[in-house]
């Protein structure tokens, strides 16, 4: 049994809301999490430390809210999903009428970056669409950027303020009006790539990568790169139009790897997130293996063609 | 690349098929028909060596899911030797952990009497 404004609702209840200040912050956040403790529901915040001692010191029991302290949680948009699915799956085991989840996705105003979380956010308007969970993403307009209250404003069904009035959003896009963010270019992309390999193998792709990568990344990520450009170029060699080209730049400590085919791309626009369930064609098992890396993935869709960029090591300054 | 090799060792109970050091969409296919011959040579065990294999893609994946069906259906036992931690993880990404018996390494595997997945 649902409780609060999503009494009745199937699946993912998505609100976003936005504040200017700690004060709206709190008007949003403290009824959504009171009410659900009182409920006997789940309550899972994933905020950074400053909110989460802003939202403890406001709780009147903040034991009984599940603070997710992993990092990882929002490392990439694919990871989130399938690390919030399992949360749901834990309780909804444990009898759970109702999970209510709260997080910040990254944007440049948290000091993170938004590539890519337009997607998720328009994602877990289906992903969840048969889990009973409350999910509101709160904005804080000082900081985040006007393109992603923009995206915000049209990824979320529902908004509500903080005099608690909810509204439907006039500008929501379900998945199939979706249209996301343009991947922000990175610099070395200007420049020559080191390697240029056209209509390759992908063994020839993840040779010339580990070349590359073996002095400038740790393992791990190399190992990372390496799996999901290969899946990307096999992707590419089956099902896009020729040529298939891998470019690859480097710096000291850090790698951008292009997969590009002249052909349109997935046509789904959340194609690498929606996990595969049973027999998946391998086309999207690859591309959602690749999604499951902790690396940065960015389809980007232009007129000459469909690309797969991969980036791997430090973050570009 | 190193082309799969059929069955390098075979006993009445086990067979051994050692996999090549990458396994893609050049290949896959040669690694399933290759299992699936040394399934249908009905031995009690099938072990997938691939104590040499440091790459293995979704096809790769999907391959050895192919033989183990095969395997279960015909009552054979078909186990995995994988010690690079990179093929694993692709594997337990992927789910096929759930139904493939992985094991670090080809000794292990041998060894394992009781007919089921390590761990």
């Known amino acids: 049994m649902r409780t609060g404004a999503a009494r009745g609702h199937l699946g993912h209840f998505h609100e976003t809301g936005f504040y200017g200040s700690d004060a709206e912050f709190r008007d949003l956040i403290v009824p959504f999490a009171e009410e659900g403790i009182a409920a006997g529901e789940p309550v899972i915040i994933g905020y950074d430390d400053r909110k989460s001692a802003l939202l403890r010191s406001w709780l009147s029991d903040p034991s009984a809210v599940e603070f997710i302290a992993d990092s990882g949680l929002y490392a990439t948009p694919a990871r989130a999903i399938t690390t919030y699915r399992q949360l749901f799956d834990f309780h909804l085991a444990m009898g759970a009428g109702q999970i209510r989840i709260a997080g910040d996705v990254p944007h440049p105003g948290n000091g993170g970056r938004f590539d890519g979380w337009d997607r998720y956010e328009c994602a877990i308007n289906t992903v969840w669409h048969d889990v009973p969970v409350w999910g509101l993403c709160l904005y804080d307009t000082a900081t985040a950027p006007a393109a992603v209250l923009d995206a915000a404003e049209r990824t979320h069904p529902l908004i509500v303020s903080p005099s608690g009035r909810r509204q439907p959003s006039r500008r929501y896009q379900d998945v199939s009006q979706f249209r996301g963010l343009t991947a922000a270019p990175d610099p070395l992309e200007q420049l020559a790539p080191l390697v240029e390999l056209t209509d390759g193998t992908p063994a020839d792709a993840r040779h010339a990568l580990m070349r590359i990568g073996r002095d400038r990344l740790g393992q791990a990520t190399l190992d990372n790169l390496v799996i999901g450009t290969s899946e990307a170029v096999t992707n590419a060699l089956l099902y896009g139009r020729p040529p298939a080209t891998v470019r690859i730049w480097a710096t000291s400590d850090r790698i951008v790897i292009h997969v590009h085919d002249h052909g349109s791309g997935p046509a789904n626009p959340l194609a690498g997130l929606i996990s595969p369930a049973g027999i998946a064609p391998d086309a999207e098992l690859g591309l959602w293996l690749a999604h499951q890396l902790d690396i940065d993935i960015a389809l980007i869709y232009g007129d000459d063609g469909f690309i797969v960029r991969l980036r791997g090591g430090a973050t570009p300054g | ?119």
């Open chain 2, 1 to 119: 690349m190193a082309e799969p090799q059929g069955p390098a060792v075979s006993t009445a109970a086990t067979a051994v098929v050692t996999l090549p050091a990458e396994i893609d969409m050049t290949n896959a296919e040669q690694v399933e028909t290759d299992l699936l011959a040394a399934v249908a040579s009905e031995v009690a065990t099938v072990v997938a060596d691939m104590t040499a294999t440091w790459f293995c893609d979704v096809r790769g994946v999907r391959a050895l899911v192919q033989a183990q069906k095969q395997a279960a259906a015909s009552g054979a036992d078909f186990r995995l030797a994988v010690p690079s931690s990179s093929v694993s993880r692709v594997m337990t990404i992927l789910g096929a952990d759930a139904v493939l018996a992985i094991y670090p390494g080809l000794e292990q595997a041998l060894a394992d009497g009781s007919g089921g997945a390590a761990g």
